[in-house]
């Protein structure tokens, strides 16, 4: 397989993967805030509105989207994405409903931290 071969499925492979970080991320926001996705893609420049952005950007990243796809999904450059991903703990710690969003939103994305998938993790005695 030739090198030009290999880079154009490794790049369907990423489209495939982002397209799917995307969805999912969009999902689980709208499931923790019960906010459409129009609501974080809109061009305001107002805090609610940018923590919003930062959120799906890191969510989406850490589900393994693009930068570049991200961008493409708010309507911003991969520029911003970054930005908004390596503000994210900023945002999350000085504005409250935010850091309250971010624990219900890990909770939602990561289904092996709620009650009924927890391991016991109690020593066991006989």
């Not at 799917?20 to 991320?25: F, G, N």
């Not at 459409?36 to 805090?47: I, W």
């Not at 890191?58 to 994405?81: D, M």
Request: hydrophobic residues 35%; contains cysteine.
């Amino acid at each position: 397989m030739s090198q030009p071969q290999r880079l154009a499925k490794y790049s369907e492979r990423q489209q495939a993967t982002s397209q799917q970080a995307i969805e999912r991320a969009t999902d689980i926001i709208q499931r923790a805030t019960g906010k459409p996705r129009s609501y974080y893609t809109t061009r305001s420049r107002k805090v609610e509105f940018v923590a919003y952005r930062a959120l799906f950007a890191y969510i989406a990243v850490e589900l393994g989207a693009s930068y570049t796809a991200v961008g493409k999904a708010l309507g911003r450059s991969h520029a911003t994405v970054i930005h908004a991903y390596e503000s994210y703990t900023l945002y999350a710690t000085t504005w409250e409903p935010l850091a309250t969003l971010r624990n219900k939103v890990i909770n939602l994305s990561n289904p092996k931290r709620n009650g009924k998938h927890r391991r016991n993790t109690t020593a066991r005695t006989c």
